[in-house]
């Protein structure tokens, strides 16, 4: 089973297990419209390849991490796009999720794909009741109000932000607790020594996403451009030019392909994230460079 | 320590965490204003009884748990007076939390405390790690899209509503989780038995709750009167009139006590209950039954 089938399998199990369970009709419907067609599971991917590499022996635990980290960042997309913060009429190809459902059912979706989330993660701790606690502890510290994206997106209400703070926890926090998560998942007892490898990878998503901003399609990254000029958000390739974007990209991609710990499977991620990070720009924009 | 002394401390040192780890400034302050002053604290008061009744042997775990609902609690308060539900002005005496910090702060101070009550959960299970799941799964129920607080609320988004499922979900599941997770934090292995306490206390206090909406003084219950009436919600004293609903109350309260399962401390418990329930309205109130 590729990656992609066992996360959708995973995330479509957690819905249908909320729906079972007496869940209200339009509220799953907003919960499934939040979650399916997903974008490129990104997070959930990166948890899975480190657990791999780390000798992965509980995969129905590895599957429930990567599905919450992927749930909790479905659910940051809803509220993010709410009328009170950037209002944001299209997401992933089509319209948000409240202006398909509605406001209040945009902010309900938000709040039960978090319980969701560390609901998922207990129910999936049976095998190995001991990974749960510093499982938990990853997770909900990268979206916590300290430093997690709770925290990333609340820079945005002050008046002084530190840029590096602002996107350590608005996007890094939840690339860290992806590779962390895969590696706790599957038994590491120093987690920790992944976080350079989310950390990283988060940057440089970051910086892509930032080059879309300004350069993508609308059509394939599914909403409009220019939104971080008009939001007043700083953004690399305004700063550094397309060439020299890129040109950080690769340094933060190479960073963090370097910082990959000792582990039984490091060759074999290497190759994974060298892959999936040529995936991060189109051809055409890689191109430019 | 008084149980009021316990539940303050457990939930100014949750709160003083998040802010120590970087939590940004104006959505500390927001967090803070969520949580205090607080209510009467009726949950997290039932949970340590419950706790104290089954023998409690680790404090922290219960102080973890009883804490972890009432941060629930209150992110639901602070969730159901946004604007797109029901636009309250006031709260526990003073202005709501979006009227106070804006709603930006408010959708993510009600995120922020949702994780907030799961990590303290994590944290706290390091002595009793066994305990974790089965806590995690029934105060994640009890806020969950399928049976909680969060389908009680998305129950006001349908058309057609089952009013005993929708209040169920609404007050009864944080209720019959605040006793069930007391068990559970002491090591009770069948924390299930303590459900009809729980859901009766739940329906007793919703009771008082529509009592104190048609006959409360605002001042004392720190919001308006006559919701439910603009709202369209059921109330049970427009339904059952003034003695009508007291006495509704009074059975429920009785149903709630003749429930309380065989255990070390069951004399007490039920003496506790009895007082507690006394608390539920004024003396002026009680005396019309």
């Not at 796009?81 to 902010?107: I, Q, T, Y």
């Not at 350590?168 to 895969?182: E, P």
């Not at 399609?217 to 409009?224: A, M, Q, S």
């Not at 451009?225 to 991609?253: K, T, Y």
Request: net charge negative.
């Amino acid at each position: 089973m590729t990656a992609t089938t066992r996360i959708e399998k995973a995330l479509k199990a957690s819905l249908e297990s909320a729906e079972s369970n007496g869940c209200p009709p339009l509220l799953a419907a907003a919960l499934n419209y939040a979650v399916f067609p997903g974008g490129a599971r990104i997070r959930p991917r990166l948890c899975l390849a480190v657990a791999h590499a780390n000798g992965e022996d509980d995969a129905s635990l590895t599957d429930a991490a990567a599905s919450a980290i992927e749930l909790l960042h479905c659910a940051s997309l809803v509220h993010d796009d709410l009328p009170c913060f950037d209002n944001a009429a299209m997401r992933r190809g089509k319209p948000s999720v409240h202006r398909a459902h509605g406001e209040r059912l945009a902010v309900l979706a938000g709040d039960a794909l978090i319980v969701m989330s560390f609901q998922l993660l207990a129910e999936a701790a049976v095998n190995s009741p001991q990974r749960l606690a510093p499982l938990l502890q990853i997770i909900g510290r990268s979206v916590s109000a300290g430093a997690g994206i709770v925290a990333g997106q609340a820079w945005e209400c002050e008046s002084r932000v530190s840029l590096s703070q602002y996107q350590r926890s608005k996007t890094g926090a939840l690339f860290a607790a992806a590779t962390m998560a895969g590696a706790a998942a599957a038994g590491c007892g120093q987690p920790e020594v992944w976080r350079a490898l989310g950390e990283g990878l988060g940057e440089a998503y970051q910086v892509a996403d930032d080059i879309l901003d300004m350069a993508g399609n609308p059509l394939e990254i599914g909403k409009p451009i220019g939104r971080d000029a008009d939001l007043g958000r700083p953004n690399a390739m305004r700063e550094l030019g397309m060439s020299g974007a890129i040109q950080r990209l690769e340094n933060l991609v190479a960073g963090a392909i370097a910082s990959i710990p000792d582990c039984p499977g490091a060759a074999d991620l290497r190759a994974i994230i060298v892959m999936e990070s040529q995936g991060l720009l189109p051809k055409e924009l890689r191109a430019a460079a």
